[in-house]
């Protein structure tokens, strides 16, 4: 009963606070809070809403992200984060720690209909999302140490990358698709074929920690859940097929998020929790719903809606970062 209150009384404090700092002016709040929340105030000292508007917001916008999250098997994280910034007004640094609480729900809330239609491999997604660790210790400490501008500089280029490389995955799956479809084979499960799956054996432990150590650091400095590159590895590694590497990828998922937000305990770094509630609440719930629709669309289609989706993200966040 003491946890529950003391997690109420965290938001009603972070309300209580951000409805203060919304009615000033920028230059009073780099008077009265410390600088790692204020630094980048030309894209939150904006927002002028009633915390409550804002709360509202941050749970309609987080069920459209579970939507797409859930579907896809990602995380939600990389659409979360420019979100949590332009759109909800937050500081970057602190978008990163409370995407990673927007990451957690929402993976958690995709699992149950995974777990039933046996796509997750429970032991290998451990194993991989516990060699992720020293990555994602190393990202959170370079994410404290760099600027607003310049992680949102990095964050847009890591759209573009993951976009082109979402689009090659694509094409492939589509290809599949067609293939399937003429030979009088669902399409939309055209993708779905574990003949080469394959055992998770020690050998294969120097690989998890070598491609752990990358994806974890992305995890710890961009705050995202990292899906985009699990579900890739995984089907190379462990030869599985997209549906079962995206299951498996939210158990990566919220091992290594759990762990990069331990890692931020202690820093300067201020969570909105009124927001990141809402927002993983809502997103939770979208990824719920989203998570049973990927068994009922072709995966392609999926994928060229979210590259649609990072390529926008993408060219928004790099312009209203230059011009901000």
């Known amino acids: 009963m003491r946890f529950w209150y003391l997690c109420c009384g ?191 054996t020690l050998r294969k432990l120097p690989q998890f920690i070598a491609i752990g150590t990358f994806t974890g650091m992305l995890v710890g400095f961009f705050g995202i859940g990292g899906g985009f590159a699990m579900i890739p590895i995984l089907v190379l590694v462990m030869g599985y097929s997209m549906r079962v590497a995206a299951g498996t990828s939210f158990i990566v998922i919220t091992v290594v998020s759990v762990i990069s937000l331990l890692l931020r305990i202690g820093s300067p770094v201020e969570i909105d929790w009124l927001v990141a509630v809402l927002f993983a609440l809502g997103s939770g719930v979208g990824s719920a719903v989203g998570s049973p629709l990927s068994n009922r669309a072709r995966q392609s289609t999926l994928t060229f809606v979210f590259v649609f989706l990072l390529v926008a993200v993408a060219v928004y966040t790099f312009v209203v970062t230059l011009v901000g």
Request: with cysteine.
């Open 10 to 200: 965290e938001v009603l404090a972070s309300y209580a606070h951000r409805h203060r700092l919304r009615t000033v002016s920028p230059s009073q709040h780099t008077r009265s809070v410390p600088i790692k929340v204020t630094q980048y105030s030309k894209h939150w000292g904006k927002r002028e809403e009633l915390p409550m508007i804002l709360g509202v917001e941050s749970a309609v916008v987080g069920i459209f992200v579970g939507l797409l999250a859930g579907a896809l098997g990602i995380g939600g994280g990389i659409l979360a984060i420019p979100v949590l910034v332009y759109l909800l007004g937050q500081d970057p640094q602190a978008a990163t720690a409370e995407s990673l609480v927007i990451v957690i729900v929402t993976s958690l809330a995709a699992l149950p209909s995974r777990f039933a239609s046996h796509q997750v491999r429970l032991a290998t997604g451990v194993l991989f999302g516990l060699c992720s660790s020293l990555g994602a210790y190393l990202g959170t400490k370079i994410n404290q140490a760099v600027s607003g501008d310049a992680m949102m500089y990095a964050f847009a280029a890591l759209l573009v990358a993951v976009a082109i490389l979402m689009l090659r995955n694509g094409l492939q799956q589509k290809a599949k698709e067609d293939a399937a479809a003429q030979q009088g084979i669902d399409a939309v499960h055209a993708n779905d074929d574990d003949g080469h799956e394959q055992a998770q």
